[in-house]
C-alpha cells in the first residue's frame, strides 16, 4: 500500500518531559486511520508534528508521498494539503456559510475584490452535493452559528475537500455532539474516504472510531502501543485490548499485532 | 399558458420569502433608522419652526461629519475586536504636522504651505495608527492600553511642538482645500457631510466587497480559526488602525478648518460621541459584526440629540441623560434582537 504521509522513529521532547518515543505512524493513500488514546498519550503532539506546528527531534524523519522532508513548517504542511479540521475552532459563528467556506480563500480579482457570485453558486453547490443540506432554511447567507454540531462539522469537512486537502485530521469531532449529530458526523468522515482523501480520526470513543476507521493505532505513554487494522479486532477486543494497555502500559510481544 | 399561471403563485411565494428573508438580515439597519425616525418626529412635533426650517439640517450636516469621519473607519477596528481611544490625540498630532510644515512656508509660500502641510498632516496620522497597530499586534498589548497610552502620548507631543500655541488657519481659505473641505456644494450642502457620505460608501465598499473587508470581519469573529486558515490577522488588525489613523488626522483638519483655527486641545470632546455612534449602529463589541450604515445613521442621532433638546425647550442638561438612556436601551435592544436571529 502506498503511503501519503509515513513518520519514521518520530520523538519529541519538551525539556524533562518526553511526549513522544520512538513513534513510527503512517498513513495510506485512501486510508482513515482511528487514533485513539488517553489524554497525555502524544496524540496532539503527533498531529503537531504533522502539521508543522513542532519539528521532532533530530532523527525523526517524515515522508510525503515518499519524499522525505526537510524541514516542514505550518505553511508548507498547508501546501501539502495537510488541514486539521478542529471542531470549537473551525468555523467564524456571526459568519455567513459561504464566507466560511471560502475563509481565508476568498475568490478576488487581483485589486482583492471579491467574486460574490462565484462563492454564493459553489456554496450553494456544496450544500447539495457535499454538505447534504436540503432544507429551505439554509441558504450561503446563513450564519453558521445557528447550524448544529454535526452540520458545523460538515462544513468544515467540506471546505477542507473542496480546498483539495489530501489528508485530513479530524481532531475529537464527535465530542458534544447527540447521537443523530454523532452519526451525521460519522458520515462526513466516510464521505473522505468516498471522495478519494485520506484522514487521522483523533478520538476518545472507540464506539466512534471503530466503524470509519480502516485501521486504529493506540498511543500509550508516548509510543505506539499497538496497531490493527479493523478486519483483524472487533469491537469487544479492542475494548478489552484498551483496558489492557491502560493498565500495563502496552501489549506483550505476543499479542501485538503488526500490519 | 398553463405553466404561467402555475408559476405565479410560486414566484410570488419566493419573493414574499425573499423579503422576509431581506427583512431579518437587515433587521439591524432597520431598526435604527426607525429609532432615528421616531426621535426626529418626537423633535419636530414639539418644535416644528426649528425642525421645519433649513438651518437645523445645515448646522448638522456642518457638525456629525467631525466625529462621523472617524466613527466611520473605527467600525473596522472594532469588528476586528480591538478598540481605538487615541483618535482624538491623532486629530491633534495630525495638525502638530500641519503646523510644523506650514510655519516652514509661511513666509515664503503659504499656499505651498497649506497643501505641503495637508500631507504632513495625513503622513502623521499614519504614521500614529501604524504605530498603534504595531504595538497591539507586534507587542500583544490590549488595545484599550495601548490606545490609551497612545492617547496620552500625542496629546504631550503635540503640546510640546506647538508649545500649547494655536495657529490661525485663514491661509487655507486662498487654497482649493477650504471649498473641497468645508465648502458648500451647490450652495447649500456643507462639503464635510459629503466627505462623510464618501467616507461611508468607501468604507462600506472595502468591508463589504473586498478580502481585506473579509478578513476584519474573520479577524473579530473566531481569530485562531481565521489564522488557521491562513488569514493574515496581524496584518488586518495593523491596517485597520492605521485608516483610523489617517482619518482622525483628515477629520482634525476639516475641523480646523471648519473654524479657521487651530486648536491645541483639538479632538478633545470627541471621544465618547465617536464611540458610541459606533456601538449605537449594532456594531458588536465582541467584534466579527457591524455595519457601516449602522454608524452613519446612529451618528445623525448623537447629533441630532442636543438641538432637539435645546429646541424641544428643555434645558441641555438633559443632554447626556437622554444620550446615555437611548444608548443602553438601543444597545439591549440589539442583544435581545441578536439574540433571537441566532
Redesign the interface.
Given at each position: 500500500m502506498s503511503h501519503v504521509v509515513r513518520m519514521e522513529n518520530i520523538s519529541k521532547t519538551f525539556g524533562e518531559v518526553t511526549a513522544l518515543r520512538n513513534v513510527d505512524f503512517e498513513v495510506g493513500t485512501n486510508e482513515i486511520v482511528g487514533l485513539l488514546g488517553d489524554n497525555g498519550a502524544g496524540k496532539s503532539t503527533l498531529v503537531k508534528i504533522l502539521t508543522g506546528y513542532h519539528q521532532p527531534d533530530p532523527g525523526g524523519r517524515i515522508y510525503w508521498k515518499g519524499d522525505k522532508l526537510e524541514h516542514l513548517s505550518v505553511a508548507k504542511a498547508r501546501d501539502l494539503g495537510i488541514e486539521v479540521v478542529y471542531q470549537e475552532r473551525a468555523l467564524a459563528d456571526l459568519q455567513s456559510l459561504w464566507r466560511n467556506i471560502f475563509m481565508g480563500r476568498e475568490i478576488a480579482n487581483r485589486w482583492g475584490v471579491l467574486n460574490l457570485a462565484e462563492m454564493r453558486n459553489e456554496t450553494r453547490r456544496l450544500m447539495t452535493t457535499a454538505m447534504g443540506f436540503t432544507s429551505a432554511a439554509i441558504t450561503p447567507e446563513s450564519v453558521v452559528g445557528a447550524f448544529s454540531g454535526g452540520e458545523r462539522q460538515g462544513v468544515a469537512i467540506t471546505r477542507a475537500l473542496h480546498f483539495q486537502a489530501e489528508l485530513i485530521i479530524l481532531d475529537e469531532p464527535t465530542m458534544g455532539l447527540s447521537v443523530t449529530e454523532t452519526k451525521k458526523c460519522l458520515e462526513f468522515v466516510t464521505g473522505i474516504k468516498g471522495a478519494g482523501k485520506s484522514a487521522i480520526f483523533i478520538d476518545h470513543n472507540i464506539f466512534h472510531v471503530h466503524p470509519v476507521a480502516d485501521r486504529i493505532i493506540v498511543l500509550d505513554r508516548g509510543a505506539v502501543a499497538a496497531q490493527f487494522l479493523k478486519d483483524q479486532i472487533s469491537l469487544d477486543g479492542l475494548i478489552e485490548m484498551l483496558s489492557h494497555v491502560a493498565r500495563t502500559g502496552g501489549l506483550d510481544a505476543d499479542n501485538r499485532t503488526t500490519t | 399558458m398553463n405553466s404561467v399561471a402555475e408559476a405565479r403563485p410560486i414566484s410570488s411565494a419566493a419573493k414574499r420569502g425573499g423579503v422576509a428573508?431581506l427583512a431579518r438580515?437587515y433587521a439591524m439597519q432597520i431598526a435604527i433608522v426607525i429609532v432615528l425616525l421616531l426621535i426626529w418626529a418626537f423633535f419636530f412635533w414639539r418644535s416644528p419652526r426649528t425642525f421645519g426650517a433649513y438651518d437645523i439640517y445645515n448646522a448638522l450636516m456642518s457638525t456629525t461629519p467631525y466625529y462621523a469621519l472617524m466613527a466611520i473607519p473605527l467600525t473596522l477596528v472594532i469588528i476586528a475586536k480591538e478598540i481605538d481611544l487615541s483618535f482624538t490625540s491623532i486629530m491633534a498630532w495630525g495638525m502638530a504636522g500641519y503646523d510644523v510644515v506650514f510655519l516652514l512656508f509661511r513666509e515664503t509660500n503659504p499656499s505651498l504651505g497649506v497643501w505641503l502641510g495637508f500631507v504632513a498632516c495625513l503622513l502623521a496620522g499614519l504614521f500614529a495608527g501604524l504605530l498603534n497597530g504595531l504595538i497591539v499586534v507586534r507587542l500583544g498589548i490590549p488595545s484599550l492600553v495601548a490606545t490609551l497610552g497612545t492617547q496620552f502620548f500625542w496629546r504631550g507631543v503635540v503640546l510640546v511642538v506647538t508649545n500649547a500655541q494655536g495657529l490661525g488657519m485663514t491661509p487655507v481659505k486662498a487654497t482649493l482645500l477650504y471649498p473641497a473641505l468645508v465648502g458648500r456644494l451647490a450652495g447649500r450642502i456643507p462639503m464635510q457631510f459629503v466627505w462623510m457620505i464618501i467616507f461611508a460608501i468607501v468604507t462600506w465598499f472595502f468591508l463589504n466587497?473586498?478580502?481585506?473587508?473579509?478578513?476584519v470581519?474573520?479577524s473579530g469573529?473566531?481569530t485562531?480559526?481565521?489564522k488557521?486558515?491562513?488569514?493574515n490577522v496581524g496584518r488586518t488588525k495593523i491596517l485597520t488602525f492605521t485608516i483610523v489613523g489617517v482619518a482622525a488626522a483628515f477629520a482634525g483638519f476639516v475641523v480646523s478648518e471648519g473654524v479657521l483655527f487651530l486648536w491645541p486641545t483639538l479632538g478633545e470632546g470627541y471621544l465618547l460621541n465617536t464611540l458610541a455612534s459606533v456601538f449605537l449602529g449594532g456594531t458588536?463589541v465582541f467584534g466579527?459584526?457591524g455595519s457601516i450604515f449602522g454608524t452613519f445613521i446612529a451618528a445623525l442621532i448623537i447629533a441630532i440629540i442636543n438641538p432637539g433638546i435645546v429646541a424641544a425647550g428643555w434645558t441641555a442638561y438633559w443632554t447626556q441623560l437622554i444620550y446615555g438612556g437611548i444608548i443602553v436601551v438601543s444597545v439591549s435592544l440589539q442583544a435581545v434582537l441578536r439574540r433571537r436571529?441566532?
Amino acid at each position: 500500500m502506498s503511503h501519503v504521509v509515513r513518520m519514521e522513529n518520530i520523538s519529541k521532547t519538551f525539556g524533562e518531559v518526553t511526549a513522544l518515543r520512538n513513534v513510527d505512524f503512517e498513513v495510506g493513500t485512501n486510508e482513515i486511520v482511528g487514533l485513539l488514546g488517553d489524554n497525555g498519550a502524544g496524540k496532539s503532539t503527533l498531529v503537531k508534528i504533522l502539521t508543522g506546528y513542532h519539528q521532532p527531534d533530530p532523527g525523526g524523519r517524515i515522508y510525503w508521498k515518499g519524499d522525505k522532508l526537510e524541514h516542514l513548517s505550518v505553511a508548507k504542511a498547508r501546501d501539502l494539503g495537510i488541514e486539521v479540521v478542529y471542531q470549537e475552532r473551525a468555523l467564524a459563528d456571526l459568519q455567513s456559510l459561504w464566507r466560511n467556506i471560502f475563509m481565508g480563500r476568498e475568490i478576488a480579482n487581483r485589486w482583492g475584490v471579491l467574486n460574490l457570485a462565484e462563492m454564493r453558486n459553489e456554496t450553494r453547490r456544496l450544500m447539495t452535493t457535499a454538505m447534504g443540506f436540503t432544507s429551505a432554511a439554509i441558504t450561503p447567507e446563513s450564519v453558521v452559528g445557528a447550524f448544529s454540531g454535526g452540520e458545523r462539522q460538515g462544513v468544515a469537512i467540506t471546505r477542507a475537500l473542496h480546498f483539495q486537502a489530501e489528508l485530513i485530521i479530524l481532531d475529537e469531532p464527535t465530542m458534544g455532539l447527540s447521537v443523530t449529530e454523532t452519526k451525521k458526523c460519522l458520515e462526513f468522515v466516510t464521505g473522505i474516504k468516498g471522495a478519494g482523501k485520506s484522514a487521522i480520526f483523533i478520538d476518545h470513543n472507540i464506539f466512534h472510531v471503530h466503524p470509519v476507521a480502516d485501521r486504529i493505532i493506540v498511543l500509550d505513554r508516548g509510543a505506539v502501543a499497538a496497531q490493527f487494522l479493523k478486519d483483524q479486532i472487533s469491537l469487544d477486543g479492542l475494548i478489552e485490548m484498551l483496558s489492557h494497555v491502560a493498565r500495563t502500559g502496552g501489549l506483550d510481544a505476543d499479542n501485538r499485532t503488526t500490519t | 399558458m398553463n405553466s404561467v399561471a402555475e408559476a405565479r403563485p410560486i414566484s410570488s411565494a419566493a419573493k414574499r420569502g425573499g423579503v422576509a428573508r431581506l427583512a431579518r438580515k437587515y433587521a439591524m439597519q432597520i431598526a435604527i433608522v426607525i429609532v432615528l425616525l421616531l426621535i426626529w418626529a418626537f423633535f419636530f412635533w414639539r418644535s416644528p419652526r426649528t425642525f421645519g426650517a433649513y438651518d437645523i439640517y445645515n448646522a448638522l450636516m456642518s457638525t456629525t461629519p467631525y466625529y462621523a469621519l472617524m466613527a466611520i473607519p473605527l467600525t473596522l477596528v472594532i469588528i476586528a475586536k480591538e478598540i481605538d481611544l487615541s483618535f482624538t490625540s491623532i486629530m491633534a498630532w495630525g495638525m502638530a504636522g500641519y503646523d510644523v510644515v506650514f510655519l516652514l512656508f509661511r513666509e515664503t509660500n503659504p499656499s505651498l504651505g497649506v497643501w505641503l502641510g495637508f500631507v504632513a498632516c495625513l503622513l502623521a496620522g499614519l504614521f500614529a495608527g501604524l504605530l498603534n497597530g504595531l504595538i497591539v499586534v507586534r507587542l500583544g498589548i490590549p488595545s484599550l492600553v495601548a490606545t490609551l497610552g497612545t492617547q496620552f502620548f500625542w496629546r504631550g507631543v503635540v503640546l510640546v511642538v506647538t508649545n500649547a500655541q494655536g495657529l490661525g488657519m485663514t491661509p487655507v481659505k486662498a487654497t482649493l482645500l477650504y471649498p473641497a473641505l468645508v465648502g458648500r456644494l451647490a450652495g447649500r450642502i456643507p462639503m464635510q457631510f459629503v466627505w462623510m457620505i464618501i467616507f461611508a460608501i468607501v468604507t462600506w465598499f472595502f468591508l463589504n466587497r473586498t478580502k481585506f473587508g473579509a478578513h476584519v470581519y474573520l479577524s473579530g469573529d473566531n481569530t485562531e480559526s481565521a489564522k488557521l486558515m491562513g488569514v493574515n490577522v496581524g496584518r488586518t488588525k495593523i491596517l485597520t488602525f492605521t485608516i483610523v489613523g489617517v482619518a482622525a488626522a483628515f477629520a482634525g483638519f476639516v475641523v480646523s478648518e471648519g473654524v479657521l483655527f487651530l486648536w491645541p486641545t483639538l479632538g478633545e470632546g470627541y471621544l465618547l460621541n465617536t464611540l458610541a455612534s459606533v456601538f449605537l449602529g449594532g456594531t458588536s463589541v465582541f467584534g466579527g459584526t457591524g455595519s457601516i450604515f449602522g454608524t452613519f445613521i446612529a451618528a445623525l442621532i448623537i447629533a441630532i440629540i442636543n438641538p432637539g433638546i435645546v429646541a424641544a425647550g428643555w434645558t441641555a442638561y438633559w443632554t447626556q441623560l437622554i444620550y446615555g438612556g437611548i444608548i443602553v436601551v438601543s444597545v439591549s435592544l440589539q442583544a435581545v434582537l441578536r439574540r433571537r436571529m441566532a
